[in-house]
């Protein structure tokens, strides 16, 4: 998930009405379905981001994320995972991260992708496609990895949001973490969604929420965005890999290995 800078006031009170698309994004609409409410400011605000972050040649963040996993015995129990994301041109990457699901590393470097498990100690290596975006389609397809944010980074973020949703509004002004943000909401057949935006020059992701209607129990997805670096000098060595003393390697299986 990449776009660029500040929106002023004179736009935010612009186009506030329902039914309003923004030129360029088209919403369609199913047979017999009610008329679409797209606001026209919400999509800007998201337009200004997606250009901002395209803008960047390299960035680093953090991610703390709490998500949902229906229990028949617990209803809903939430968990959580606390993740440093390195990203550099479009084919490196590199996320540590600690929480319920472990203390796990995830390297690539335009070429291959390794999976370590500081835990157990393993690791797995798998070639993958040469561009970041594509290795996270790839991976997320086959074995169900899950990458951090990675939504805000795809070129078309702004386009399938329109496309899908049946209501995307501006809410106005709110804080996450005593940041200024711009709250925007919005609704598809099967999901609702939630996302913040810092009201700022650099009109970035602060947080963002998901709610999965169609799925039993209604299961949510939390993250917040801190620590932002735009631009900052990563060397390609934090993106090389080395198994550490002693580690086991593993065959990364299809769906199961890396959850």
């Not at 030129?23 to 409410?37: F, I, M, N, S, T």
């Not at 939430?78 to 990457?93: A, C, M, P, T, Y």
């Not at 799925?215 to 801190?226: F, G, V």
């Amino acid at each position: 998930m990449n776009k660029q800078c500040l929106l002023f006031c004179t736009l935010l009170l612009a186009g506030f009405g329902a039914g309003a698309q923004t030129k360029g994004h088209k919403a369609p609409k199913e047979p017999g379905e009610q008329a679409l409410r797209i606001d026209t400011t919400a999509v800007s605000i998201l337009d200004r981001m997606s250009a901002m972050i395209s803008s960047m040649n390299a960035c680093t963040y953090s991610v703390h994320a709490n998500y949902d996993i229906p229990s028949h015995y617990l209803g809903v129990v939430k968990h959580s995972d606390e993740q440093k994301v390195f990203l550099k041109g479009g084919n490196k990457l590199l996320i540590e991260s600690n929480g319920d699901k472990g203390t796990r590393s995830y390297i690539y470097n335009g070429t291959t992708f390794d999976y370590l498990s500081r835990d157990k100690n393993q690791y797995g290596e798998l070639t993958v496609p040469a561009k970041t975006m594509d290795m996270i389609d790839s991976l997320n397809k086959v074995y169900g990895v899950e990458f951090p944010a990675s939504d805000f980074f795809y070129p078309t973020f702004v386009d399938d949001i329109v496309a899908e949703s049946r209501t995307l509004i501006y809410l106005g002004i709110t804080q996450v973490n005593g940041k200024d943000c711009f709250h925007i909401a919005g609704a598809s057949k099967n999901k609702t969604y939630q996302f913040w935006i810092s009201d700022d020059a650099y009109t970035l992701p602060m947080k963002m929420v998901i709610v999965y209607t169609q799925r039993e129990m209604n299961p949510q997805y939390e993250e917040t965005l801190t620590d932002w670096q735009i631009n900052p000098d990563l060397p390609d060595a934090l993106f090389s890999f080395t198994p550490p003393p002693g580690a086991r390697k593993i065959k990364l299986i299809a769906s199961t290995t890396m959850k």
